[in-house]
């Protein structure tokens, strides 16, 4: 009955459910804090609805943007891929787009236009956001379609590279043609972590070839289920370090290569761009000496949604944790260090073991601590 | 990625989550337990995809209704109200039936063909269910489309009776057309439950007018959203009591007037329906006096997902709670009876303030308890 | 270690734990407001430790009132009862509520000196608190003893007059010695609720015979495990309406009978003290007509931890409830009424189910709700 | 009123609680299975009651003890500190392991006569356990205690060498006088971790001179507060791997060091000992490919109640994480395997991060998975 004659129903009917604890997170918005330099933006470019392979209405994608606070998104429909032709034949490919655009209105949400290339490997698939006419990439020619929409401003990236239905192996290996791409500066970026899947392969691939870090949730269902939200579950993103929340700088960041994606409890990004984040995540809040003791109470404050998990690196010893110390989520956590002496400062390093710079390369850390007492 | 090219994906890619005990009910299968005589199918018999003003594809409608352990489905597309018809002009009135039918084969969901008859007031919206072709009613005469609908052998009920959009004072009334309608016997049942609303005026109506009592989630969006599942929320549904789990031995149910409504944890029918259910849902699983006292511990059983509100009627008082008891969902519950002297066995008698059979009344329920010690 | 050398240890070695919202309520603070003429002072006047049969130090009691954010405690040792006597010879009984005050300088509750005379029945066992010397107390003659307390200015309560092991029925009855007591004004209050267990009869004899509403959680072990704390459980207690928060105005409360017991989600006083609380708890916060209806949205506030069930006494239906409503605790719910036609401003009328005023009666309670729009 | 007159509460009076959800892990008993050779016994060998500066009566540690599911308790009370003095003179040093022999007979939990040595530093403080005579130990002379304990068959272990009131540096160190113990075979272990502290230094010392490696609570308040069990933390104990569930054979197993330390998510012990407890506790339990892929999803259990955080160390990449893996407790974890081709069986490589052989030092377990399909 609701979404009938609309009118009425701005007016919203419902009963406001009573504060309740019991859920992992009720506000599931997921937070990552500015760096020094730049706006964090959290956006999700590889998505599908009904006007390819998804099975929700634009609107809905645009309402789980909201819900989890993103920035930016694309609605990449398949441009060669279209299993509910029989009842949406749509011929125009911007389509997705114009109703995204319409239900962002209401969500603060940027819309970016974009389309997935669907093709066998190689070259696989690969997506173009930030495009002006997706019906003008109907081009048959691999090279032609990447031209054109280049051509047009696009932002390119390889999708899936280690993607078992084209590569049994799962392992992400650059092509001769991708390497014509690259050649002729048609691709940008390749994603890092598709969905559920992550590949070191395709890290080092973009490491190598000066491509852009992707991570994407390429939902076609619902996000709720898919990522399990309700038990603490997020989508995997890509943070854009971007000088304004615009379309214009997010592309700008997205061409610079300045992202670091979130997936699973996990952060991946080159070091110049990683480790901006985590000084802006994790902060020494305070520190003092326990009475007249050597042992030092460094209380980290640490503002994003990761729980980072660390490995200390430093010549002090921990007075309640192994090496291995644990930084809650939107939390404080005490750190206690035994200095041999009290110090009016000291350096602490640590290892960031679910932060990812590079293969198996994790980034190192120091915080300078300044005692207050 | 996942949808693409399903053969490989039926081995689903997925990392199991790890037991939890955070959210607040992991399972969100609805559950109540069958009568006596009859099998308690829970059905959602009002629902919206893209084909008419809902915002995703009837496979999501099917995922949905098998998380939530329903027996049966009817998507019930306006057939006078297409809004996405610039993007699915579909000519075919049965196409949410077919795909749903085709979709409830890995869910094993009962789908029932069904079409919301979209009209002003009078008569305002209609549900026909168990019909043959829903092309066939497309009929602009109000009273032309009910007999269609009836020559098809459809179950008949009229939708949210309370509409505020329909009528601004929000209560249920019949109409002359409704009275010609029943007249003719061609309305059989009314909604006295629509997504979040309930009516006290309906429920008087079905039971003045010997109407099924209906009550529907009217979904168009997401049932996980609408009614905040990831809380311990549940949608609205129709329980029919019915001889077996067949769409004719439902329709049987329904025409014979067998339903309880789930709604908002309160449990609505006629008397000689929830009275049954209630006795299959509480039970009292064993007694015992405490020491040589002549106080009794009495363990009752709730084998279902209401958490019962109960007055004391009995003549005994009660040693651990005042005149309210309130039995936990799926779980056992003492009470502790002050009986005088120790006795065999003596009767309690409860009046269940959220099962409701008429306006401002309650079913009294008599549990005769047999002391095993 | 911890509490070996104090002086360094008030510098809290702990490592902070993050915020989480797994647990019931992290903050286990029982909570309800003051009325418009009274505070409302949170108070358990019948516990025991190691200096009766308790089984911890009364720095633990101390404690545990503080996390449950009480205003006052009595430790009511056993005067006659010392099953620890083996290792705690103890000669002075006023050694426990030495200790309690003591404690109390880092808890912020106020200790209320008591002793807990401790008789077959009759009489049973009485509290005597604020008494000046439980030494004294020592007097074998059962009226005696009343005496003495009397002229040490206590008030003093009737225990557990429901107590299986004294009363195999469990049911709360006045002896002759009984009234004696009140002929001679030496007994001024009665428990109607001892730690698991209310008593109807109790309250009828409270009623009766003009005695102070009492309820006690008559702790022996933890507080956190008898109540479970946990998973959400409270102890029971006595809230005593007073003009400040201090032993003379809480004395004066009691002498006065201005209480509420807190028991089990329950709130049991007489009707000329509950209802002020009731109507300091729930307040309508705004009320505005959907749209062009007559259906108002009426928003509550529930300022306090009981989670009310009420009953619709009022001649409007409800849109989305039947006659119950459930107020979730320290929150907001959103009630819907029918008004017929849009009005400036309405009563609303609701039976407290969970207030209990006498056996088998709730207090009738009425909102003017004002329109906004 | 329930501890008063025991016989008739045995029938527990109490409202069984719902099943709930909500609190992280309702059953909080602590869960590591056996090794191949051993069993795996759950000791805490340092606790505290009112006998000396606790705060709790013995009984309430046995409770604890049995929630916790301990297999095995000491009360080693100060046998030179006893701030409760005033109140309990008992001359009988023994008296707290009698009372806690009663108790310990509802509670299926083995309770070891223990006593603490309570000096400053050296040798500070110093836990003897399997003693026969607590009174012999009040021995002025440091050394000649020792040999008392050990005449009496003791296990001596030296507790929280990192303790900052005796050393300002928390570095835990021997000292000469704890060389002439080892010298003389006098002393036996040492607290790596002793409350909420651990120490690299203390573990090193254990691994340089054959000193077993213990973790205790030294708890004088109550296990649920110091350690949060309601917000899922347990206490720290010791595992000692026994042949059989007996003091004997306990103190066996203590003398020849077989024990691993469970202490805040991290588990302490020598390599010999702790991953044969890592075998048992994590196992693959079956292992297929994905399709015709080389992608092996391996499911892995762990049967403990640690989250093992997992850093991969094979020559194969993963597909659905980095190189840390993290297994839920008591619960299966996929891991997804690139192994290049479809193998019969290949072996997985992990470094624990949470388990600790020796300061930074983490073990390296190899899983052969042998594939199913």
């Known amino acids: 009955m609701k979404n009938l004659f609309a009118f009425l129903l701005c007016f919203t009917i419902g009963q406001t459910l009573a504060q309740t604890t019991h859920s992992h997170k009720l506000n599931r918005a997921i937070h990552f804090p500015n760096t020094k330099d730049y706006l964090t933006l959290k956006c999700d470019f590889h998505q599908h609805s009904i006007f ?15 819900k989890d606070s993103l920035d930016a998104v694309s609605l990449t429909e398949h441009l060669e ?62 090279v032609e379609v990447f031209r054109e929409a280049n051509r047009q401003g696009a932002f390119v990236f390889w999708n899936h590279p280690n993607w078992i239905s084209q590569r049994k192996d799962g392992i992400a290996t650059l092509t001769d043609l991708h390497k014509v791409y690259l050649k002729e500066k048609l691709l940008h970026g390749i994603e890092v972590v598709n969905e559920h899947t992550y590949s070191d392969e395709a890290l080092q691939i973009a490491l190598d070839n000066n ?14 289920w898919e990522f399990k939200v309700a ?3 997020h989508r995997p993103i890509t943070m854009v370090l971007a000088k304004e929340r615009t379309p214009e700088a997010i592309k700008e960041g997205l061409m610079n290569r300045r992202t670091i994606v979130w997936f699973n409890n996990t952060l991946i990004g080159r070091e110049e761009h990683l480790k901006p984040l985590l000084e802006a995540a994790i902060k020494v809040e305070k520190a003092s000496y326990i009475g ?8 980290f404050r640490n503002d994003s949604d990761a729980e980072f998990i660390m490995v200390n690196q430093s010549a002090y010893t921990l007075h309640e944790t192994t090496d291995v110390v644990v930084l809650h989520p939107n939390a404080t956590t005490k750190v206690f260090v035994k200095t041999l002496n009290q110090l009016a400062d000291f350096n602490l390093k640590f290892a960031v073991l679910n932060g990812v710079t590079a293969p198996h390369t994790h980034p190192e850390m120091t915080w300078k601590v300044v005692v207050n007492n």
Do not use: C, W
Not at 212 to 223: E, P, R, V
Not at 292 to 299: G, H, N, P, Q
């Open 231 to 233: 038990e603490g579950g």
């Open 292 to 299: 007249s003791s050597s042992v030092a109470e460094v209380v």
């Open 211 to 224: 491509l852009t870090i992707m991570g994407t949730s390429d939902i076609h269902g619902l996000i709720d």
């Open 81 to 142: 891929y279209q299993p509910h032709k029989a009842d949406i034949p749509h011929p125009d490919r911007n389509r997705s787009f114009e109703l995204a655009t319409k239900a962002a209105k209401s969500a603060n949400v940027l819309v970016i236009n974009g389309s997935e290339i669907t093709r066998s490997l190689p070259p696989g698939h690969t997506n173009a956001i930030f495009i002006k006419d997706a019906n003008k990439l109907l081009i048959q020619d691999s």
């Open 52 to 66: 390819s392979d998804g099975k929700v209405h634009p609107d809905i994608r645009l309402q789980e943007a909201a």
